[in-house]
């Protein structure tokens, strides 16, 4: 199925080609993303205080869940619109893309209603302190406004991708981030608006990202275009079934954010009860840096997916084994690269977020260099469980995203400090994800030796 806005045809163009085609425009948006995050949390680090950093930290895990939701779906139904796409039915594609985008607003309506009503409730259960709950809560309030327009921007940004703009796509997310870093200036230097001005300034980012997405969508779709449901019982049925398969498909991506939520939740409440509220504002310059790494390997996966489906739905072996073999490459790649920069620069990463005079800026600099490896193996798992779901290989993904976000990582970060103190805080998660990494490699030992079998007879 050729793709003419950007000249990409995932059947036939080399696999090298097609890949640095999608990965570099999917990489700057995607870090443009981060960027959008980041800059949140460089504003009020400085602006507003260690405690109000301490407190987005708090929050955060809430957002990735819903950042998951629109993970899900989007990778969920862009799969299963690629799949359709490759066998030459462009009608099911249509109706999966059509489906996918409509179910978030249920989705927006109950989460954006969950999380206004019940601010305090969360905050508590996510670790917060009475000391920071007010901060927490003033935030969480208002980026319930912001839910909406978030999830449907992500499904909507994996469709123009599919249809074969990864620039546009990428245009958007620059422009976003941009207007973040002007917005954050404004409301929390100028106007002095506080911790609630970073959530007012990400929430106008994204109706800026949705008026974009929905008009590529609407005017300028060369591949995929929405299509009218009927409304009969019977349609309805088979909506239903499809967005089920949607989730089935997606639902590693959202346990993956789930994951990275639990291993935040978990990382805040050990670190508040071994270093206190500064451990918090320390750790919370370490999660700062975990979306990086996650925006990286998922800049791999999607990347690579639309390419992994089309050669796994062809059974053209070569192209898959191709594939991954570049998928995992780049991976280890930028996992060193950004292990490298951990290791060596751990004054200026903490500097981002926090002043050197106060106390968390000091921990942290001391325990970075212990979380550096983390980096490493996050890359390498994460580009792995994603090339096992655009493969239909959900279970082994699931079991993978369960293992590493749900089980290692609570377990570590509760028996380390205790066997060897403090710095276990800090090497609690490194050795989790190092565990995951091990386990994979040892699981995928016959599938490696049958990779290198056909690079021999090529």
């Known amino acids: ?36 995050n980041i800059t949140d949390g460089a504003f009020v680090g400085h602006g507003v205080g260690s405690n109000a950093l301490a407190a987005l930290n708090i929050v955060g895990p809430i957002l990735l869940i819903v950042s998951g939701l629109g993970l899900m779906m989007g990778i969920g139904s862009s799969v299963v619109a690629s799949i359709h796409l490759s066998k030459g039915n462009a009608k099911a594609a249509n109706i999966n893309m059509t489906q996918g985008m409509l179910a978030t607003i249920p989705i927006n309506i109950i989460i954006a209603l969950l999380l206004y009503f019940l601010q305090k409730p969360l905050c508590l259960l996510f670790g917060c302190s009475a000391e920071l709950l007010p901060l927490a809560c003033s935030y969480l309030k208002w980026m319930s406004f912001l839910v909406p327009f978030q999830i449907f921007c992500m499904v909507g940004i994996y469709f123009v991708r599919l249809d074969g703009s990864p620039r546009f796509a990428m245009m958007v997310n620059c422009g976003m981030a941009l207007l973040n870093i002007v917005l954050n200036y404004v409301f929390i230097y100028v106007l002095r608006w506080g911790i609630e001005g970073a959530a007012i300034a990400t929430f106008f980012c994204f109706i800026l990202g949705d008026i974009s997405v929905l008009g590529y969508l609407l005017f300028s779709t060369q591949t995929v275009h929405f299509y009218r449901l009927k409304m009969s019982a019977t349609s309805l049925q088979l909506t239903l079934r499809n967005i089920s398969y949607h989730v089935k498909i997606g639902a590693s991506a959202l346990l993956s954010e789930v994951a990275m939520a639990v291993i935040i939740v978990a990382g805040n409440y050990v670190f508040m009860h071994y270093l ?3 451990g918090v504002a320390a750790f919370s310059v370490a999660c700062y840096c975990l979306p990086v790494v996650f925006m990286m390997g ?15 739905d062809a059974g053209d072996d070569k192209r898959l084994t191709e594939s991954v073999q570049i998928s995992l490459t780049v991976a280890l790649v930028s996992g060193i690269t950004g292990m490298a920069l951990m290791l060596s620069r751990p004054e200026d990463i903490s500097g981002i977020f926090l002043s050197d005079s106060v106390e968390a800026f000091k921990l942290c600099v001391s325990g970075l260099p212990y979380f550096a490896p983390s980096v490493l193996f996050i890359s390498i798992n994460i580009v792995a469980i994603g090339i ?13 995203t369960l293992l590493r976000g ?12 205790i066997v060897i103190g403090e710095v276990g805080v800090w ?3 490194p050795t989790a994800e190092a565990i995951v990494t091990v386990i994979i490699v040892c699981a995928n030992k016959k599938n490696i030796a049958q990779t290198k079998s056909v690079e021999i007879r090529n």
């Not at 003419?4 to 059947?11: E, G, Q, Y």
């Not at 998922?298 to 796994?312: C, H």
């Open 298 to 312: 998922n800049a791999i996966v999607q990347s690579a997916q639309p390419i992994v489906s089309f050669a796994y």
């Open 406 to 417: 749900f089980i290692l990582s609570v377990v570590c970060f509760i028996a380390l400090p």
């Open 1 to 36: 199925m050729y793709n003419n806005r950007d000249s990409i045809n995932f059947a036939s163009d080399p696999v090298g080609r097609l890949f640095r085609k999608m990965f570099l425009p999917t990489l700057i948006g995607m870090l443009s993303m981060v960027v959008l």
């Open 388 to 400: 096992m779901r655009s493969t239909e290989k959900f279970i082994y993904s699931i079991v993978y």
């Open 276 to 278: 206190g509220a500064d």
């Open 427 to 429: 090497l609690a998660l």
